[in-house]
């Protein structure tokens, strides 16, 4: 017998084992019986229908479990992007605790303009820590329940009957009233019955028309409005309306208006036409007019002119008026052109313009290929489309149903075309399938989301049947694949024998610049059926990639019912890749090739080598490296560009093939316009080189030839160049040399227009008649660039010296002359400006002369030559306009001294000679107290010595004229001349303070 309270009692006791028994389990494997959390995601809908009148819906979403639901919520499915959360893009975030806390959201329709198809999409409710807690809400927009083949209509007196359809975009019936409302409705009647107008419309097969005319019987003088209400029968919030508009008319008076149409349409790509307006009155006169643009729509069009005059019906005046469709898309616009004379007389053009799939797309190009690049065989579907800026996205399906999307795009200069290309990437094609024949459905998607749609047969237009398919694998025979080649070239390849093909396709691509988004390295051409060889291509250097394509194609200028013009076609086609070499001059068939090229900074540049031997140019177009090989003593390599332009060249050198020695002559390298930055290289000897502005090492070789023959040498600017030539130099010219150095054997005239700042070493091998520097001519400064620490210097290592003229020398240089020299002149730069100074030191064997305006900081050494005449004059003669300063002249090695001449005398330690002085004049200095200073002079004669301004007081510190002899010696100052004459050794002292006159 069981006792209830017992059993009561034992139910406790289990109840709390178990409860204790869960306990114990949790606490052993670590949970915590406080944190059950096991959310349930419930929401206020399951779907959601959105309709033109109701595109915003609630959604309330709730957690109808334990603990917190974190939760976020997307959109997906085909028509995902037609809806928005809480207008916000992308994902959307909430939480809620519990059935009590609601939280709301909203989902709208996301565009501007209400679809023609039913839309599908659902939202994503995803608990946020279990992406297995998932809940779903459809979404549904309906396509609008009243649709309209219009949304305006115009009437004028030559048109006064209007027809529009109406139809529903839904699959339930519409049942429909229609009505006129407005200010004029009187003046309208529908279907020529009073009052409202019933009808309905299951659907889009089923479109009923209905007329519209005006109920009057005198056509009004003013614009009337008024409008078509249509009424859903079933739910009279939803509503669509028509506009109507009649035109007034003007009365005639005795001028009449001839026009050449009374209505102008413009369809898909047709954005313009022409008219004519002219005097139609018999009578005498000038018709002047004016015309305008009425109507609804009147924005979208322009005209060429508002006025003009006609004298009669032979002075037909031509007129055009353009549509701008803007971003409308699939719509038909109307106005009316208004021509009005000066009597009021008026005339109207109807006018139209209706936009369609072909005023985006101008042209379509679609292709079937089989292709063979390194024998590998690939089926190739190809489409390339060409739309104008308003397309966002190209989709096409294939007749088998496949979709595929162009979501990227090249386009022009202004960017107001675009180039659509399936596939996008060149390298793909031999992924893809052969789509078939049959219809394409190619689909646009316009910036503001609308969609046009045209269809495109890939067949034979408008016959029955297929494009048949050629068999002939192309061979191209020229260039090899592989090959290296010059430009121009002619491709030739094997002829075209497959009766299913009717043509030949080249295209070629520059595979180095291939991605460029201008493609200007991408050409295609077209040749008959019997054609094997192309014309002459100008490439520029680099990869390419000879596509040759036997096939057939078909081009139709108007088709597809949206007058696209479209292109098809099926093709086998082989690629072959070759290089174009920068090479010029004479190898293999070609003979004095001249290559063209732009260098880094666009400037096209020809190179071209004459009189044997080939040039190349190594990778890049900076021309850092030129490599002239196998040339001769009458090669000539010449560098020309635009006049104008300046561009720069690195590294050229000559260098032997195999079947010639280790010696390259040249005869002239020639780029007037070029600037060299490398080193010139010439193993064997050069007749000329001219170029621009230079810097870097010149190195020229001897000749290979018995006879050596001097090289002419012209440049603009020289900075830090190394001029080091075996070959002598008949001419050197320059506008300034700043620093480096230039050797050679000898050098006939040497002209420099400006400053000169390079060390010169002349062997004197070979010179002729021991002339080693014929003349050297610097309009500048001989000078030392203060960046480089060494002295320039001359060096004449044997031979004689001309002519050498300076406008200025510096102390820091240093010449040392092995001969003779003629003349060592400081001429001053034209036009005055500079005094001409001469300084540094002279080191020289005999100077017949030497001329300055300014001698200073000058040491004048003449050692001499070799003689057993005791009577040698080492130093023809000196002259210094104005002062010789802290300078030497020193003769004491060599003999006589011609004559000195200069203005002042100051601070020169000692002017010197073992021989004869023939003539010391100081002729004074303008506006100077003293021309002869703290000086000191020896000879072992002075002929003759004029000195005037003398400063007799030095401080006390000597300055002396002294000699064996001297035949006469005047001193002239301000207040006195005094002459003494046949003074000899044993004569007394003549001291005048610190001016001494010594006889020993």
């Given at each position: ?7 009561k ?5 289990a109840l ?5 028994l869960l ?6 494997f ?15 809908e ?5 309709t ?14 334990t603990?917190?639901l ?13 809806f928005i ?18 939280k709301?959201?909203?989902?709208n ?37 009243i649709?309209t ?16 359809e109406?139809w529903?975009?839904r699959?339930d019936?519409?049942y429909?009233?229609l009505?006129?409302?407005?200010d ?8 020529d019955?009073?009052g ?6 299951t659907g ?14 005198q ?9 078509i ?35 102008i349409?413009l369809?898909?790509k047709v ?9 139609n009155?018999?009578e ?10 009425i109507g ?7 005209l ?32 009316w052109?208004?021509?009005e ?25 679609m292709e ?6 390194d024998?590998?065989?690939s089926?190739?579907?190809?489409l390339?489309?060409v739309?104008?800026?308003t397309?966002?996205?190209v ?5 088998e ?14 960017g107001?075309?675009?180039?659509w ?42 016959k029955?049947g ?10 191209l025979?020229?260039?090899?694949p592989?090959d ?5 070239v ?22 180095d ?13 077209e ?9 002459a291509f ?15 194609w078909?081009h139709v200028?108007?088709?597809n ?31 004095n ?6 260098d ?12 044997g031997?080939?040039g ?13 090989t ?15 332009t300046e561009?720069?060249?690195?590294d ?10 280790d010696?390259?002559?040249?005869k002239a390298?020639?780029?007037r316009?070029?600037n060299?930055?490398?080193d ?18 010149i190195s020229?070789?001897s ?16 900075d830090d ?13 320059a ?16 002209k420099?227009?400006?400053d000169f700042?390079?060390?010169?070493i002349?062997?004197g091998?070979n ?11 610097i ?23 001309g002519?050498i ?19 060592i002149?400081a001429?001053?730069?034209k ?6 100074v001469?300084?540094?030191?002279w080191?020289?064997?005999?100077v017949k ?7 200073e900081?000058?040491?004048?050494v ?10 040698v ?7 210094a306009?104005?002062?010789i300063t802290?300078?030497?002249?020193d003769?004491?090695?060599?003999g006589?001294?011609?004559k ?15 021989g ?6 100081i ?39 002294s000699a064996n ?5 005047t ?9 003494w ?14 001016f ?5």
């Amino acid at each position: 017998m069981i006792y209830p309270e017992k059993n009561k009692k034992q139910r406790v006791i289990a109840l709390f084992l178990i409860f204790s028994l869960l306990i114990w389990v949790s606490q052993a494997f670590g949970a915590d019986p406080n944190d059950l959390n096991t959310p349930i995601i419930e929401t206020s809908e399951d779907s959601f229908t959105f309709t033109e009148n109701n595109t915003s819906q609630e959604l309330w979403i709730w957690n109808i479990g334990t603990g917190t639901l974190y939760y976020s919520l997307s959109i997906d499915g085909n028509d995902a992007d037609y809806f928005i959360i809480d207008g916000t893009i992308g994902d959307v975030n909430g939480y809620s605790t519990g059935a009590s806390d609601k939280k709301k959201h909203f989902v709208n329709m996301s565009f501007d303009q209400w679809p023609d198809t039913t839309l599908n999409a659902r939202i994503v409710i995803t608990d946020v820590n279990d992406s297995n807690n998932v809940a779903y809400i459809t979404l549904t927009a309906l396509p609008p329940i009243i649709k309209t083949s219009t949304d305006s209509l115009y009437f004028t007196e030559g048109n006064s009957s209007q027809n529009f359809e109406i139809w529903t975009g839904r699959t339930d019936t519409l049942y429909y009233t229609l009505s006129i409302d407005g200010d004029d409705a009187d003046y309208f009647i529908i279907d020529d019955t009073p009052g409202d107008v019933n009808g309905y419309s299951t659907g889009a097969d089923d479109k009923k028309m209905h007329t519209v005319d005006m109920d009057y019987d005198q056509w009004p003088d003013t614009t009337l409005n008024a409008r078509i209400v249509i009424t859903d029968v079933n739910d009279g919030n939803n509503v669509a309306y028509i506009t109507l508009t009649a035109l007034p008319s003007k009365p005639n008076s005795s001028s009449n208006i001839g026009r050449s149409t009374g209505r102008i349409e413009l369809v898909g790509k047709v954005t313009s036409k022409k008219f004519q307006i002219w005097n139609n009155n018999k009578e005498d006169g000038v018709l002047d007019y004016t015309i305008t643009i009425i109507g609804v729509d009147d924005q979208h069009f322009t005209l060429d002119t508002e006025e003009g005059q006609s004298e009669d019906k032979y002075d037909k005046q031509t007129h055009t008026v353009y549509v701008d469709y803007e971003d409308l898309h699939n719509t038909t616009l109307y106005a009316w052109i208004v021509i009005e004379d000066n009597n009021d007389n008026v005339a109207y053009i109807n006018l139209s313009a209706t936009e369609t799939v072909a005023t985006r797309v101008p042209y379509i190009f679609m292709e079937q290929s089989i292709n063979y690049t390194d024998d590998v065989e690939s089926n190739v579907f190809y489409l390339f489309m060409v739309t104008d800026d308003t397309v966002e996205q190209v989709d096409f399906n294939t007749p088998e149903g496949e979709e595929f999307s162009i979501l990227d795009y090249t386009e022009n200069d202004d960017g107001s075309i675009r180039c659509w290309t399936y596939p996008e990437d060149p390298d793909e094609v031999i992924d893809l399938a052969d789509f078939g024949d049959g219809t394409y459905t190619i689909v646009v998607t316009y910036q503001d989301d609308d969609v046009a749609q045209t269809k495109v047969n890939f067949g034979i237009p408008n016959k029955p049947g297929t494009i048949p398919w050629p068999t002939q694998i192309p061979v191209l025979l020229n260039p090899e694949p592989e090959d290296e080649t010059v430009s121009p070239v002619r491709l030739e390849w094997e002829k075209c024998t497959d009766p299913n093909a009717d043509s030949v396709r080249l295209i070629l691509e520059n595979l180095d610049s291939f991605d460029d988004d201008e493609n200007t390295n991408l050409i295609t051409k077209e040749y008959s059926k019997g054609t094997t060889r192309s014309s002459a291509f100008t490439l520029e250097t680099g990869q390419w990639r000879a596509g040759l394509s036997f096939g057939r194609w078909y081009h139709v200028k108007k088709g597809n019912n949206d007058g696209i013009e479209f292109e098809v076609g099926k093709c086998i086609r082989s690629y072959s890749d070759f290089e174009i070499m920068k090479w010029f001059g004479t190898f293999d068939e070609f003979k004095n090739h001249t290559l063209k090229i732009a260098d880094c900074c666009g400037t096209e540049v020809t190179f071209n080598l004459t009189g044997g031997g080939w040039g190349e140019i190594a990778d890049g177009n900076d021309f850092n490296e030129i490599t002239l090989t196998g040339t001769t003593a009458k090669s000539v390599f010449s560098i020309t560009n635009k006049k104008g332009t300046e561009i720069t060249v690195g590294d050229i050198k000559t260098k032997t093939d195999e079947t010639d020695g280790d010696i390259n002559d040249i005869k002239a390298i020639i780029g007037r316009n070029v600037n060299l930055e490398g080193d010139i290289t010439i193993t064997g000897g050069a007749r000329s080189i001219l170029l621009n502005n230079a810097s870097g090492d010149i190195s020229i070789g001897s000749y290979d030839s018995p006879k050596i023959i001097p090289c002419v040498l012209k440049f603009n600017k020289i900075d830090d160049l190394d001029l080091d030539s075996n070959t002598p130099i008949r001419n050197l010219q320059a506008t300034h040399w700043n620093s480096g150095s230039l050797t050679a054997p000898w050098i006939s005239t040497m002209k420099i227009k400006g400053d000169f700042g390079a060390d010169l070493i002349l062997s004197g091998d070979n010179s002729p008649k021991g002339m080693t520097l014929k003349s050297a001519k610097i309009a500048g400064e001989l000078f030392d660039d203060d960046e480089v620490d060494d002295d320039v210097d001359w060096s004449v290592v044997t031979g004689n010296c001309g002519t050498i003229q300076v406008a200025a020398s510096s102390a820091d240089f240093s010449a040392d002359i092995d001969g003779n020299i003629g003349t060592i002149k400081a001429v001053g730069y034209k036009g005055g400006g500079i005094d001409a100074v001469l300084s540094g030191d002279w080191n020289f064997g005999t100077v017949k002369a030497i001329k300055a305006d300014t001698i200073e900081q000058c040491d004048i050494v003449a050692d001499g030559i070799d003689t057993e005449e005791e009577q040698v004059t080492a130093i023809g003669s000196i002259y210094a306009k104005n002062w010789i300063t802290d300078s030497t002249i020193d003769a004491t090695e060599a003999g006589n001294i011609g004559k000195i001449t200069a203005g002042g005398l100051r601070n020169c330690e000692y002017i010197t000679t073992d021989g004869t002085l023939a003539c010391l004049q100081i002729k004074g200095i303008k506006n100077e107290a003293y021309c002869l200073i703290n000086s000191d002079v020896y000879a072992e004669r002075i002929r003759n010595a004029y000195l005037s301004y003398p400063k007799y007081s030095n401080g006390g510190v000597p300055f002396e004229i002294s000699a064996n002899s001297i035949e006469k010696i005047t001193l002239k100052d301000s207040s006195r001349k005094t002459t003494w004459k046949n003074l000899e050794i044993g004569s007394p002292q003549i001291k005048i303070q610190d001016f001494e006159i010594n006889l020993e």
